[in-house]
T-cell receptor, first 111, second 113 residues
């Protein structure tokens, strides 16, 4: 089945640094969502970007979407300890009704 | 915190037993989806209910079944539990079926021994 693939698998950064993670997918999408999961808890929605949008911001988060390369990136600026979590992308295919997640990127922010 | 609540939070069952997990969706949401997340993996879609009808199903055997009630709360039932069913089970509600922001509960951690 289709799903996004996040890269890298894991990322360790110092507090205050920026963190960038990527998501790739194989076929054309309608939209793409990013979610965060803190240590074995529920997922929290971060951003939804539509296929006709190239960039979206929410607070310290910046998401880009390049439909020609079939990829998206999530940038967290000025990271904090509370940003330590796993991040998942969920590409939304036309006519699909479910969220399809990859294995995620685990981000550790060191104090 | 979302308005989605799941119960119980933790559960230990023996192989071969049956389990029922419950989910109360966010107010105004008519769609509930269930996901299974094994350790170190992303959530995998089990099925979705829209206005009390199953709206789609992932690659899970029939011993995984569900229900959605008129108030849009939902149950996930798993029969004949296997060791591999040990996972975090997540419920997510959304405003309408299809794509859009999903609001997740905190999950039920099921351990099968």
């Amino acid at each position: 089945s289709q799903q996004g693939e996040e890269d890298p698998q894991a990322l360790s950064i110092q507090e205050g640094e920026n963190a960038t993670m990527n998501c790739s997918y194989k076929t054309s999408i309608n939209n793409l969502q990013w979610y965060r999961q803190n240590s074995g808890r529920g997922l929290v929605h971060l951003i939804l970007i539509r296929s006709n949008e190239r960039e979206k911001h929410s607070g310290r988060l910046r998401v880009t979407l390049d439909t020609s390369k079939k990829s998206s990136s999530l940038l967290i600026t000025a990271s904090r300890a509370a940003d330590t979590a796993s991040y998942f992308c969920a590409p939304g295919w036309w006519g699909d009704y479910k969220l399809s997640f990859g294995a995620g990127t685990t981000v550790t922010v060191r104090a | 915190e979302t308005g989605v609540t799941q119960s119980p939070t933790h559960l230990i069952k023996t192989r071969g037993q049956q389990v029922t997990l419950r989910c109360s969706s966010q107010s105004g949401h008519n769609t509930v989806s269930w996901y299974q997340q094994a350790l170190g993996q992303g959530p995998q879609f089990i099925f979705q209910y829209y206005r009390e009808e199953e709206n789609g199903r992932g690659n899970f055997p029939p011993r995984f079944s569900g229900l959605q009630f008129p108030n849009y709360s939902s149950e996930l039932n798993v029969n004949a539990l296997e060791l591999d069913d040990s996972a975090l089970y997540l419920c997510a509600s959304s405003l309408e079926a299809g794509q859009g922001e999903a609001f997740f509960g905190q999950g039920t951690r099921l351990t099968v021994v």
